[in-house]
């Protein structure tokens, strides 16, 4: 029923309006438009004041043809990555990729133009269905930041799923939460060849507080990492700061708790073994520290309801899927800390984040189909 040549000219319609974190307006506009023809409800929420960007997150409702059946609730992220402007998508033996030049975007617009297709098909096939409630959310890639600010308060259901990860042959359960920490490391800065000893190298703090650290991976749930670092003024000068940024992610809260202790113990003790006397004063390295959860925790249960829902449908079209954890976060692990129970189903979508990033149009449809057949079983409940 899914009509795939639609969905695929839909999906290289949108991949080709620009909309990168925070200027997601064109797409939402584009969307908006599709989805009064269906004669949904559209609105705007106030999410883009508060990430200072020019559109909200699109939140879209289709009144159902079967009124006792409970609300359902479908995602996927409007904004994209960058090298994402001017994206110029081709279809080739079934993939879908860009020029070579830029990303392709499927991440997530895949996901955007199954919501679509799935609305359009229930639509035009007269399927007997429940409330069906959208949100197109905005600046995914930079934190999750449209989803943290959804109101929960806006949506009825229980249940749902947001499309935004590999293939469909696997159902995220699991995400992991994670924290960010931006360090100032303050030294003592001297001239390195006349007087060295009247300073105290913030680098050197760094290396003492980092030759300390367990990074990389923990264990099988936990991370970490040291992605940036910058600091110093020129080859003369003992630095005098240092300023880095370092993440850990858990699939277990109190590891990550306690990763993030480490580090942040680390630096303080680091700076604080460095000290100097200089004219009677005793001097000595600083850290500041700054910790921010920048996403909660996603963990649904393979038991859950709208596991067995999503596996269920699977089962009904003959296909495979695997439940999988995944080392990311996404949009769920907000809307499931919001209180709908969400999983993330996988688009066909490849290589996320860079020039050769591609779609399988297979997989594209598949995940179209599941969608579908999910909505359908779920609007069977009363
Ligand atoms: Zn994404």
Redesign the pocket.
């Known amino acids: 029923m899914i009509q795939e040549g639609r969905m695929t000219n839909h999906l290289m319609d949108i991949i080709r309006i620009d909309s990168p974190s925070r200027k997601e307006k064109n797409v939402a506009l584009k969307l908006e438009k599709d989805m009064k023809e269906l004669g949904a409800e559209c609105f705007y929420d106030d999410a883009g004041d508060k990430v200072i960007g020019n559109t909200g997150n699109l939140i879209v409702k289709l009144a159902g043809t079967k009124k006792d059946a409970p609300p359902f609730f479908l995602c996927s992220?409007m904004d994209t990555v960058s090298p994402g402007e001017a994206i110029k998508p081709r279809v080739e033996n079934g993939v879908m990729r860009s020029d070579g030049t830029t990303i392709l975007g499927s991440?997530?617009k895949s996901g955007v133009s199954i919501i679509v297709e799935v609305l359009r098909t229930l639509k035009e096939n007269n399927i007997p269905h429940s409330d069906i409630e959208v949100a197109f959310t905005i600046c995914?890639?930079i934190g999750l930041l449209g989803a943290k600010f959804l109101e929960a308060s806006s949506f009825k259901s229980h249940y749902g799923i947001v499309l935004?990860s590999s293939t469909p042959e696997r159902l995220v359960l699991r995400c992991p939460c994670s924290d960010i920490m931006d360090v100032k490391i303050y030294g003592v800065e001297a001239h390195s060849g006349l007087c060295p000893e009247n300073g105290i190298s913030a680098v050197e703090v760094l290396s003492d507080a980092v030759s300390n650290m367990n990074l990389g991976r923990i264990d099988h749930e936990t991370t970490a990492n040291i992605g940036e670092i910058k600091g110093g003024s020129a080859t003369n000068i003992v630095p005098g700061l240092v300023e880095l940024k370092a993440e850990a992610r858990s699939h277990n809260e109190k590891k990550l708790d306690a990763q993030i202790q480490h580090m942040h113990d680390c630096f303080v003790k680091a700076a604080q073994s460095r000290e100097i006397m200089l004219d009677g004063e005793k001097l000595n390295a600083k850290a500041e520290i700054e910790i921010n959860r920048i996403y909660p925790i996603m963990n649904v249960s393979p038991q859950a309801t709208v596991t067995k829902l999503v596996l269920g449908a699977v089962s009904n079209l003959r296909y495979n899927i695997k439940l999988h954890t995944s080392g990311g976060g996404?949009d769920a692990n907000y809307i499931n800390e919001k209180g709908i129970e969400c999983v993330n189903l996988g688009t066909g979508m490849y290589e996320?984040h860079t020039i050769n990033e591609y779609l399988l149009l297979d997989e594209f449809y598949k995940s179209a189909e599941i969608v579908l057949e999910t909505v359908k079983l779920h609007s069977e409940k009363n």
């Open positions: 992220h991440d997530d995914e890639e935004d996404c996320l």
